[in-house]
């Protein structure tokens, strides 16, 4: 018994790095689910939200969204971020931390271990967009929409998302995405050039 204590300053050291800790500390905190307006018409609006799972309800540690390569939220069980995106591209992927941090030298190679879904999204001017994201219970199938999204991470309609996100809490105020250009990671540079050197010899 006399570890237990180190084994939890160890754990919170682990912890306090880049990730956010998961609901296994704690219920998800925030505002109950409120509809927010867009500002204006020359934007999209974009939730992603979570529902409630046994799995979720377990993390140490909450996976997180980043957008063109940076981070922007954590989302742990039972919660939902909003953005306003200006009208472009963008690329999203949700990694889940190893040991702190959700970059490794293996990042964006054959041996990614943080990355769980990845998916480019189109925002169009006064636009609303739901971001499902559960790694157990796929959305409803809809017929006449075919899926979007990759793996627990889906573009669902509007009907899908209010059956769920009413139960859900607000996990950070909303923020307004720039559109802007994708910056290189040093990973991805690295797995690049080998690729061109293997290229190169033949393999």
Known sequence: MRSLPWLIVLLSVVLSGCSSPGAFFGATQGEAFRPHPLTDGNHARVYLYRPQSAWADQELEAPALFLNNA???SLPSKAYMVFEFDTARYQ??????????YWTLFADGPLDFTLISSFTLDA???????LRYDELNPPPVN???PAQGDGPLQLVS????HQEIATTREIQ?????????????????????????LDKIGI
């Open 71 to 73: 981070r922007i939220g």
């Open 92 to 101: 999203l992927e949700m990694r889940r931390p190893l040991l702190g941090t």
């Open 173 to 197: 105020p909303v923020e307004r995405i720039a559109a802007s250009g994708e910056t290189e990671r040093m990973q991805r540079s690295f797995w690049r050039k080998i690729g061109q050197s």
């Open 124 to 130: 169009e001017a006064g636009g609303t967009y739901y």
């Open 143 to 145: 017929e006449q929409a």
């Open 158 to 161: 509007q009907e899908v998302a």
